[in-house]
C-alpha cells in the first residue's frame, strides 16, 4: 500500500475530528499533494456554501423583504478597490445645437430631485354632484337681545366627501303598441261569414244578378288596409334575450378585470342586496359579453399591429382541467403599442410554446421589447419573403441589472460596480423623460454609447476572473450574450432601456391572479384575455372603465362593422372630449332612454 493511500486510510478513520501530527506522513511530495486536496476540497465547498447562501437569501428576499430593486450609488465606495479607477462618464464635446436639461444642478452641486405632490387637503373636483345642506337658526335663536330678528347676511361655505353605496335597479321595459281603428273595424267587416242558404228553384244566373243589384258598393275601389296593431322596436340588448343591463355588465368586467374580485365575491355583493345571482351565470355573463365585444378586440388587435414598437411579456396562468383533479399551467400574453396607437392586447396559450407569440405577431414588421426567452427567437430571423428580419430585438437592461443585484452577496465588489454603471445609464434616461426623440437620440450616442462601450471592456474583462458557475459569472454572461439586442435602444430615440412597461401589466395580473387564483377553461382564458385588453386600455389612456364599457356594449349590437373603429378606447376618447362643451349641464340621461 502507497503512503498516500495509508494516509488517506488513516485521515478516513478519523472522519469528523483533526488528524493528529503522527497521523500525518513525512514525505514531502505527499504533503504538498495532500495540502492541494485539502484546498481544493475547501474551495469546493466554499463554492458551495456561496451558492447555497445566495439561494436562500434570494428566498428569504421574495418571502419577507422590500421588492425594490434600488441602489445607493455611494454604497460601491465601502468595499473601494484602490487599483480601480471609478467610473465616469466621458466629456462631452460642445455641440452648437445642445438639448437643455429640463432641470439644472442647483448651486450647491447636487442633482434636481424629483418634485413630491403637494401634501395636504386638495380641492374635490368640480364634476362631482353637489348637495346642499343649509343649517338655518330658528326665529327664537335669531331673537337679538334688544327685541330685533336677525337677518340672514351670508353663508359660509364648506365642502364634504361621502359616499352612497351603488344600488341595483331594474330597466321595466314597456313596449307600447298602436292600433288604428278604422282599419281594425274594415278588417273585422272584411271577415267572410256563413255561406247562406240557396234555393234550387232559382237559376245561378238570376242569382248573381239579384245580389249585385243589392250591393252595387262592392264593386267601389277602397284604400288598402295598413297593420292593424304596430309596436315600438325594443332596442338592441347586449346579450340577446340577457336578464342583465349593460350597466351591469360592465360593473361585472370592471370589478373581476380592473378591481380583481372573483365572481363569488360579487356573488355576496348582490346577495346583500337582496339578489340572487350564482357565481356560474355571473362566469356566463362575462363569457358572452367578450363574445359581444370579440369584433372590436379583433379590431384592437389590427390597429396595434400598426405600431412601430411593442413591448410584450408573459405570466402563468392556472387552467383548470375538465377533470378538476389538477390544474395545467397556461399562459396570457400582454402586447402593448406604440404612442400611436395606444392599447394593450392580452392573449391566452395553453403552453408556452413559441407558436403563441408567432401566430400573434405574424404580420407586424418593427422593434420588439421582449425578455430572453427562447421562444422569441424565431421571431427575429430574416424572413424568406422579404429577405430581411421583419422583427428586431430589443431586450431588457432592468433583467440584466435585476441578476447584478442578485449577486450582491457572492461579488460584492464587483456586482456593485456592474449597478453602478447601470445607475449612470438610467440617470441619463430619467433626465430625457419629457424630451423629444430626436434629442433624446442625440443625448444617448454622445452619453450613453460611451458609457455602455466601457462596462463592456470590464464585463469582458471580468469574465475570466470569476467561476464559471457563480451568479456574478451568470449575470455577466447573461449581458454579453445579448449584447447586441440590449444596446439597441441607443439607435432611436422612441425605444426604451427596457420592458417595465409591459411587466408592470404582468404585475396587474398577478394581483388577480391571487384573488381569482385561476381560470376555469381555455375559453375561461380567452374571455379573460379580451376583457383584460379592455380594461388595461382604458387604465392607460386614464379612460373610466365602467362608463366606456357601458356605452360600449349598449352600441356595439347596432353599431355596423365599417364604423367599429369608432368605438376604440381612445377614438371613444376623443369623441367625448370633443362632444363634452356642447353638452348641457344637468343630469345623464339613461342608456335606454330616447328614440
Not at 107 to 129: I, M, Q, T, V
Not at 191 to 210: F, G, K, M, N, R
Not at 379 to 406: D, S, T, W
Request: glycine share 6%.
Amino acid at each position: 500500500m502507497s503512503p498516500a493511500a495509508s494516509t488517506s486510510g488513516s485521515l478516513d478513520t478519523a472522519a469528523g475530528q483533526l488528524p493528529s501530527l503522527e497521523q500525518l506522513p513525512n514525505d514531502p511530495a505527499i504533503l504538498k499533494h495532500l495540502l492541494l486536496e485539502v484546498l481544493a476540497t475547501l474551495h469546493e465547498e466554499r463554492r458551495d456554501k456561496e451558492q447555497m447562501r445566495h439561494r436562500i437569501e434570494l428566498l428569504l428576499r421574495r418571502l419577507y423583504g422590500p421588492r425594490t430593486e434600488r441602489f445607493d450609488p455611494s454604497q460601491p465606495s465601502l468595499f473601494a478597490d484602490p487599483a480601480s479607477t471609478p467610473v465616469s462618464a466621458p466629456p462631452v464635446s460642445p455641440d452648437p445645437e445642445p438639448a437643455e436639461p429640463p432641470a439644472a444642478e442647483d448651486e450647491a452641486g447636487e442633482s434636481p430631485r424629483r418634485r413630491c405632490k403637494p401634501h395636504g387637503r386638495r380641492p374635490l373636483p368640480e364634476n362631482l354632484p353637489r348637495r346642499p345642506c343649509h343649517h338655518v337658526l330658528t326665529e327664537a335663536e335669531r331673537l337679538c337681545a334688544c327685541g330685533q330678528l336677525r337677518i340672514d347676511i351670508g353663508v359660509d361655505r364648506s365642502e364634504q366627501l361621502d359616499w352612497q353605496p351603488a344600488s341595483l335597479f331594474v330597466w321595466e321595459h314597456l313596449v307600447h303598441k298602436y292600433a288604428c281603428p278604422a282599419c281594425a273595424k274594415k278588417a273585422a267587416q272584411a271577415t267572410p261569414t256563413p255561406a247562406a242558404s240557396v234555393d234550387p228553384a232559382v237559376p245561378a244566373p238570376e242569382l248573381a244578378t239579384a245580389t249585385a243589384a243589392e250591393s252595387p258598393a262592392i264593386a267601389t275601389a277602397e284604400p288598402p288596409l295598413g297593420p292593424v296593431v304596430i309596436a315600438a322596436r325594443k332596442p338592441a340588448m347586449p346579450i340577446a334575450r340577457g336578464l342583465p343591463g349593460a350597466g351591469l355588465l360592465a360593473d361585472l368586467i370592471v370589478n373581476k378585470y380592473d378591481d380583481h374580485l372573483p365572481a363569488y365575491r360579487q356573488e355576496r355583493r348582490y346577495a346583500r342586496q337582496g339578489v340572487d345571482l350564482c357565481r356560474s351565470t355571473l362566469c356566463d355573463w362575462l363569457a358572452a359579453c367578450a363574445e359581444t365585444l370579440r369584433p372590436l378586440y379583433e379590431k384592437m388587435i389590427e390597429q396595434l399591429l400598426l405600431s412601430c414598437w411593442l413591448h410584450t411579456d408573459d405570466t402563468p396562468v392556472k387552467n383548470q382541467r375538465p377533470s378538476k383533479e389538477a390544474t395545467a399551467t397556461a399562459r396570457l400574453w400582454a402586447y402593448l403599442g406604440d404612442r400611436f396607437h395606444p392599447y394593450n392586447v392580452f392573449d391566452f396559450t395553453a403552453t408556452r410554446k413559441r407558436d403563441g407569440p408567432q401566430q400573434f405577431l405574424a404580420h407586424f414588421a418593427g422593434y420588439l421589447h421582449a425578455d430572453a426567452f427562447s421562444g422569441y427567437d424565431a421571431l427575429f430571423l430574416p424572413r424568406p419573403l422579404a429577405g430581411q428580419a421583419g422583427i428586431v430585438e430589443v431586450a431588457c437592461n432592468a433583467h440584466a441589472r435585476r441578476k447584478f443585484h442578485e449577486a450582491r452577496s457572492s461579488a460584492t465588489l464587483g456586482a456593485h460596480r456592474a449597478l453602478a454603471y447601470y445607475g449612470q445609464l438610467y440617470e441619463l434616461e430619467r433626465q430625457a423623460k419629457d424630451w423629444d426623440d430626436a434629442t433624446r437620440l442625440r443625448m444617448r450616442q454622445d452619453l450613453a454609447v460611451p458609457i455602455l462601450e466601457q462596462f463592456k471592456t470590464w464585463l469582458e474583462a471580468q469574465r475570466v476572473q470569476v467561476l464559471p458557475k457563480s451568479p456574478m459569472a451568470e449575470a455577466i454572461g447573461y449581458a454579453l450574450n445579448n449584447w447586441t439586442a440590449l444596446t439597441r435602444y441607443t439607435e432611436a430615440g422612441f425605444l426604451a432601456i427596457d420592458n417595465n412597461a409591459a411587466e408592470r401589466e404582468m404585475k396587474r395580473i398577478a394581483i388577480g391572479r391571487k384573488n381569482w387564483l385561476f381560470v376555469g377553461s381555455e375559453q375561461g382564458g380567452r374571455t379573460a384575455a379580451v376583457l383584460f385588453s379592455f380594461t388595461s386600455t382604458c387604465r392607460r389612456l386614464q379612460v373610466e372603465p365602467w362608463a366606456y364599457l357601458q356605452d360600449v356594449l349598449t352600441s356595439l349590437p347596432t353599431t355596423p362593422a365599417e364604423r367599429l373603429g369608432e368605438l376604440l378606447p381612445d377614438r371613444w376618447q376623443a369623441a367625448r372630449a370633443a362632444q363634452a362643451p356642447a353638452e348641457p349641464a344637468g343630469e345623464t340621461p339613461g342608456p335606454l332612454s330616447g328614440n
